[in-house]
């Protein structure tokens, strides 16, 4: 494309992206193709994306991948979003929706915010459960948003659950993000009140049923991998500051030492993966940085020893 930057062109071109992006797929469906063109129309859209490191969208690329979520605008799953020169992915609140569908293990959904001139806003409970009334304003100005609701109605049947938060629970969610340098910009530009839905999205899907084919468990972790809130810790701890992870350049390096020493180049991801867990890691990606060295050496002794064992 003749407005996309030569060095983006290449980064989205590249061929260990394109096979990584394949076997890291979680939705066997998703085609790379697909995802680098909606990759490129948000990259032209938004100057402040195109300026960004190619590495950094390559990243972003494999997030997508990771996530089973499409950049196609139309879908509004999940977006590419600079933070200065880095490129990062960032699951939307229909995003955490559709995997949650996607699971069975929740029939309907609704999530909406309650602004201060709402003229009715009222939750209770009683023996038959969890109620919530809302009625909207709708003349003038709605004001600033004071809560957010989720409404979950399970597969399996039996009473809605229903999750709330406050004006200040949002903002402990937004201040958590902006201390670990990861979403405070969102949430301070156009798309606050999308953030205020995910945010009680994640906060509610803590209490919803898990699905056999672990497909909620995996929107748990997509949501919480790259927002800057964990809904676990309890509200008084402190936000751990962001530690640096592994980069694109050193994943790609690992996987090529255990390629060099005669592992196939479609089971080396799998060497990287189960090195990750042996550490406590969800993945490679989210390794700390300072760790590099360590699995460099790891894998480049196991790979060597289990090469030389099948001769």
Known sequence: MTNLPALLTEALQDRKLASRFSHGRFDKTMKVAAERQFAEQAIIKNPEIAACLPASI????????????????????????PYGPICTFAPGYRGLLHLAYKSGAVKSVQVNLVHEHDPEFQVWSD????????????RGSPGRVTHAYCIANLTA????????????????????????????????????????????????????????????????????????????????????????????????ALNDVVIENGIAPDVAPQWLARYAKSRGYSSIENMPARLYDDAYAALDARSKEAVSGTK
């Open 127 to 138: 023996e038959h459960g969890r109620h919530l009334r809302h009625i909207e304003n709708q």
């Open 157 to 252: 049947g039996g009473p809605a659950i229903i999750e709330v938060m406050n004006e200040q629970q949002l903002s402990d969610v937004e201040q958590a993000a902006i201390k670990r340098k990861k979403g405070g910009m969102v949430w301070r530009g156009p798309f606050r009140d999308e953030m205020c839905k995910k945010a009680v999205i994640r906060r509610a899907s803590k209490l919803w049923p898990k699905d056999d084919g672990g497909i909620m468990q995996h929107m748990m972790q997509v949501s919480d991998q790259h927002d800057g809130a964990h809904f676990e810790e309890t509200p008084d701890k402190e936000p751990p500051e962001q530690e640096l992870c592994i980069t694109l350049d050193q994943e790609t």
């Open 58 to 81: 390559q990243t972003a690329m494999l997030d997508v991948a990771y996530s089973g979520l499409s950049l196609a605008p139309s879908l509004s799953h999940a977006y590419l979003i």
